[in-house]
Structure formats: structure tokens, C-alpha cells
């Protein structure tokens, strides 16, 4: 095995970072690039010996961070911020080649949106207070106590900004890492590492281990020394994970899957509508967020679907290295084989391919809207994570509602209206995290994220952040 492999020009390092020096394992895994099915490099394989030697860094660690001022904890932060965003260009490049995203978006949205992360989080627990209280005479005080090592395990459709999501609130919380990237984007994670070094972030706060989430998962999720699990990925995983940590009811924090609706009345502006539901195209459809079921009010549907199909017919498909693409690879073949599984099984069942509907040269999917498509179907219910949509009519506002809540998720909603009484009205009897009104993909970092039902267990951002990684504590003093 080679340390280091070069994507692109960047030197990454593929061992895994423990206790503030590279470590390898015996045994490898390929990184294979979504563009052209390159392999990358060989990444270290790592199972319960390293899941073990990280969980031990991060707790020999802890003392130190967890005292050290908050007013440190925020300029290290602040540091790898700026290392993050002296280095956005490989970050972008290097990210792209993992897992087949936008290079325009890692570069202008995605990569200083990581660098914000941990600036926003500094500043964030810089303010965090809360007003003492008195209970007859006596005083009481909230503070946020650093709780202990966090196992944060993210997945592949936006490595490292989920990744940073979670490592900013957990270091900024005075908490200690282990961070386990997914298999199939292993990249970033890594320079992350190396940021983090170069900012003086202290040896075993953060630590990056590398392998395939059976291999490793367990060792990590059901250690006793972890204090909190901070989990991104799929609802099958999230309860297997969640299994574990009862072993020593470790807190979870879950962001999980959503087959989240869009639904547009006939009072909306018809073009915004439009612009949405192409939006939900992005990543290749690889979005937990996305608004993969349109609901239109019957009335306008026919414009609707004419309007879509014209737009989405000028989709670039393609290099997601090229600055015109829209919509680049799917992330791997196993992938492309379960999206189009799911479109096969829905047209056997009598749903109408609109466009779409079959997949292209290399690792593509065609962007598919299916309509014909009843409540009950797997491909209404179920996530697909590719670039799949349906299209549901409804008579009325209280049909749009049943049908918008009728899955077990609830991670979002994206309404399109004119009238801003039935947004209200809508907006307060959707199951939902987050509902966005004439908008889509507006995300403030102090806004509560999360979703509801199988979405997730938690919320993320601002307070909520530190609430999970932080035991809170109230004392009491007598007058
Ligand atoms: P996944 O559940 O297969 O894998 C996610 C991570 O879990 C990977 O790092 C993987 O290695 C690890 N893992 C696998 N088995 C494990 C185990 N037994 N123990 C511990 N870790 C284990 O999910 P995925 O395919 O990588 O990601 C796609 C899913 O993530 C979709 O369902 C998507 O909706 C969801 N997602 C949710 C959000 C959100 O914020 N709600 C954001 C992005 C993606």
C-alpha cells in the first residue's frame, strides 16, 4: 500500500489519522471515481483494532480540549477555516474525483460553505449562554459541559460538508472525534486531517478512520467510551446503529433518508414551481432533501408537465469537471442498479415514464419523471436516491396534505403558492424538519435541521448543535 495517492495534483494521505500521527492497516480497499470508474487508490482498511485505537486517542485527548478556553477552542476553529479556504480548490478537485459531484458547485458553494461551518460554530459557542435564574433566592446556572469522545459517520453525497456539520458543534462543544468517512468518498476526510494538524487543533481531538462500515461500524457505535453518535445515512443502517449504542445508551443524533414532497397549487407562479422541480435534479438526485414527489393541483398539472419536460430536456448531463454540466455521475454501479430497479418495478406496474427512465453510457441515470403512479407504490414510498421524480395530481388542499404526509419520512416539504394564508395553513399540518415556502435548499446554520418520523431522531444547528454534544448542566447556589 502507498501513503499517499495524487488526485488531480493533490496529495492525499489514505492511512488513517490517529492520535495526530498516520496509521495503516493490513489490508486496503479500492476508491473508485464515479466519472470514469478510475481507481484513485488503495485506502486503509480499518475494523476493530483501529475503531479501538481511535476511540482511545479521543478519550486521551479529551481532558485537555475539553478544558481548554472556549475563547481557544474558537481561534483553532477559526484556523482551520482558513486552512479550509486556502485550500478550497483542492478540496473541490479532490471531492469531485471521489464521488462525481459538481466541481462549480464544491468550488463556489460547497467548499466555503465547509469553511463557514466552523467559523459559524466558533462564533456560536462564543455566545452561547443562558440568562441565570432565581428559585427563592437561590441562583441557577445552565452551562454546556464538553461531554466526551463523539463517533461521527457520514455518507457519500456531500462528504464533507455533512462531515463539518458535525465535527464544527463537536470540537467547538469541547468534545473529541473520531469521524468515519463513507467508503465510497474516503478523500476529503482525510485533508481534513491534515487542516486541522496545520491549524493546531491538538493531537487525538480529531481523529479519521477509513473502511467499510460493517468492518468497522460496530467496534465504533457500541464502544463504551463513546459519549455521543452522531449518524448521516440510511434509515436500514441508522437501526442497526442504534441497536449497538442501546449496549451502552449512548445518545444518537440521526439524519436519515426523506421522500419529501413538492407540492404546487394552482395559485403559484408556474415558472418558480418549474424551477424548483428541476432543482431537484442536483447531485444527480442524490439529495436527502430532495423533493422527489410532485403533487400538483389537478388544474395546472398538464402546464406543469409541459413546462418541466421542456427545462429539464435542457439539462446538461455529463464531466462534472466541465463548468456546463448539470447533472454528473451517479456514485457508483451498485447504485445505478438499485435506481433503475426501482423505475423498472414502478413501469411494471403501470406507472408512465414522462422522460427519462433508463440509464445512459457510464455511470448515469437519465433524469426520469414517472407519473401513473399510485400512493401505495414502492416507487412513492421509497427513496431512491437518484435522479427519479413522480408526479401525483390532487382536487383539493386536503388531498395535497394527506398525500404529502402518506410515506414514513418527514425530513421536508417544499410548498409553491401564491397565497400566503394556505402556505400557513398547509405548513402547520405537514409532517416535516423543514418545509420551504416558494424556495428550496435555504439552509442558515441556526435554523434546527432534522427530519421527523424515519427521517431522524435530533436536530441540528445553532443551540441544537450543542445541546447534543454537550452534557447541560444546571447548578444551583443558595444565596
Ligand atoms: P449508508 O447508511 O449506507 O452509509 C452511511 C455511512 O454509514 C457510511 O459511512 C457507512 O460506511 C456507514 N455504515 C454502514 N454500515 C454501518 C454500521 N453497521 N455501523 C456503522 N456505520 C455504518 O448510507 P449512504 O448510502 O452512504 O447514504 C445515503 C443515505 O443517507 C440516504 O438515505 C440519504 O437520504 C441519507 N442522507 C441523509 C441526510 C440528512 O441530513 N438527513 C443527508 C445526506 C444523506
Not at 465535527?167 to 491534515?194: C, F, Q, R, Y
Not at 449512548?250 to 418549474?274: I, Q
Not at 447504485?335 to 406507472?351: M, S, Y
Amino acid at each position: 500500500m502507498t501513503d499517499k495517492i495524487v488526485v488531480a495534483g493533490v496529495s492525499v494521505d489514505t492511512r488513517h489519522w490517529i492520535g495526530g500521527r498516520r496509521v495503516s492497516s493490513a489490508e486496503t480497499f479500492p476508491d473508485v471515481s464515479p466519472i470514469d470508474g478510475r481507481t484513485l487508490g488503495e485506502i486503509a482498511r480499518g475494523g476493530p483494532a483501529e475503531a479501538e485505537a481511535a476511540v482511545a486517542a479521543a478519550r486521551e485527548a479529551f481532558p485537555g480540549w475539553a478544558a481548554t478556553s472556549r475563547a481557544e477552542r474558537a481561534r483553532i476553529l477559526h484556523a482551520i477555516a482558513d486552512g479550509v479556504e486556502k485550500r478550497i480548490e483542492d478540496l473541490a478537485i479532490v471531492e469531485t474525483n471521489d464521488n462525481g459531484a459538481l466541481l462549480r458547485s464544491h468550488r463556489r458553494g460547497v467548499m466555503p460553505r465547509v469553511a463557514h461551518n466552523f467559523r459559524f460554530f466558533a462564533d456560536w459557542l462564543l455566545s452561547l449562554d443562558h440568562e441565570d435564574f432565581e428559585t427563592r433566592g437561590h441562583t441557577n446556572h445552565v452551562s454546556w459541559d464538553p461531554a466526551g469522545p463523539c463517533v461521527l459517520i457520514t455518507p457519500w453525497n456531500a462528504p464533507l460538508m455533512l462531515a463539518t456539520w458535525k465535527v464544527a458543534p463537536a470540537l467547538a462543544a469541547g468534545d473529541t472525534v473520531v469521524l468515519k468517512p463513507a467508503e465510497w468518498s474516503p478523500l476529503t476526510a482525510s485533508l481534513l486531517a491534515d487542516i486541522a494538524a496545520e491549524a493546531g487543533l491538538p493531537a487525538g481531538v480529531l481523529n479519521v478512520v477509513q473502511g467499510y462500515g460493517a468492518e468497522i461500524g460496530d467496534a465504533l457505535t457500541s464502544h463504551p467510551d463513546v459519549r455521543r453518535i452522531s449518524f448521516t445515512g440510511s434509515v436500514p443502517t441508522a437501526k442497526r446503529i442504534a441497536r449497538s449504542a442501546a449496549a451502552n445508551l449512548t445518545p444518537l443524533s440521526l439524519e436519515l433518508g426523506g421522500k419529501s414532497p413538492l407540492l404546487v397549487f394552482a395559485d403559484a407562479d408556474l415558472d418558480l414551481a418549474v424551477d424548483l422541480a428541476v432543482e431537484q435534479y442536483d447531485n444527480a438526485g442524490q439529495v436527502c432533501l430532495a423533493a422527489t414527489r410532485f403533487l400538483v393541483e389537478e388544474t395546472v398539472a398538464e402546464e406543469f408537465t409541459r413546462r418541466f419536460v421542456e427545462k429539464a430536456g435542457r439539462l446538461v448531463q455529463g464531466d462534472p469537471r466541465d463548468e456546463a454540466t448539470d447533472i454528473g455521475p451517479n456514485i457508483h454501479p451498485r447504485q445505478l442498479e438499485k435506481i433503475d430497479g426501482f423505475v423498472q418495478r414502478a413501469v411494471a406496474d403501470g406507472a408512465r415514464v414522462v422522460i427519462g427512465g433508463h440509464r445512459k453510457d457510464g455511470q448515469f441515470y437519465a433524469p426520469t419523471l414517472l407519473t401513473d403512479v399510485a400512493q401505495d407504490s414502492e416507487i412513492v414510498q421509497e427513496e431512491v436516491f437518484g435522479p427519479v421524480l413522480t408526479l401525483q395530481t390532487f382536487a383539493d388542499e386536503e388531498e395535497a396534505v394527506r398525500l404529502a404526509n402518506d410515506t414514513r419520512f418527514g425530513l421536508a416539504a417544499t410548498l409553491a403558492t401564491g397565497d400566503s394564508e394556505r402556505a400557513e395553513r398547509v405548513t402547520a399540518q405537514l409532517v416535516a424538519g423543514t418545509v420551504w415556502v416558494n424556495c428550496f435548499f435555504v439552509r442558515d446554520l441556526q435554523a434546527p435541521f432534522g427530519g421527523s418520523r424515519q427521517s431522524g431522531v435530533g436536530r441540528e444547528g445553532g443551540t441544537w448543535s450543542f445541546d447534543f454534544y454537550c452534557d447541560l448542566k444546571n447548578t444551583v447556589t443558595a444565596p
